[in-house]
């Protein structure tokens, strides 16, 4: 059974950094494709950034430039690093994966989900 567990969130203030984690399990790791997605209260899930099982990353204009996804995959382990936060990155933060994947930054092309992680960006 594949699951993912994400940590890492917490309280920072606008300009600040965080890295968050999702360690995985129940899955061949290196043969699958990452992914990050946040949603804020009231709003839509939204796609963050992806990374490929040969480590090819995408990320939604937002966050270009400011955040790094990266994999290491002898601890099965998906990383985003977020640098430069600002209030509008304030959201729970999930974790997806996807052995087979049509468009990366669908949430319905994802079939499994971390329980999520909030990160919230203070003036």
């Known amino acids: 059974q594949v699951q993912l567990v994400e940590s890492g969130g917490g309280l920072v203030q606008a300009g600040g950094s965080l890295r968050l984690s999702c360690a995985a399990s129940g899955l061949t790791f290196s043969n699958w494709y990452m992914a990050w997605f946040r949603q804020a209260p009231g709003k839509e899930r939204d796609f963050v950034a992806a990374?490929?099982?040969?480590?090819?990353?995408y990320y939604s204009h937002s966050v270009k430039g400011r955040f790094t996804i990266s994999r290491d995959n002898a601890k099965n382990t998906v990383y985003l690093q977020m640098n430069s936060l600002k209030p509008d990155d304030t959201a729970v933060y999930y974790c997806?994966?996807?052995?087979?994947?049509?468009?990366?930054?669908?949430?319905?092309?994802?079939?499994?989900w971390g329980q999520g992680t909030q990160v919230t960006v203070s003036l």
């Open positions: 990374i490929t099982w040969s480590a090819s990353t």
């Open positions: 997806a994966a996807a052995r087979f994947l049509g468009v990366y930054y669908e949430v319905r092309d994802y079939p499994f």
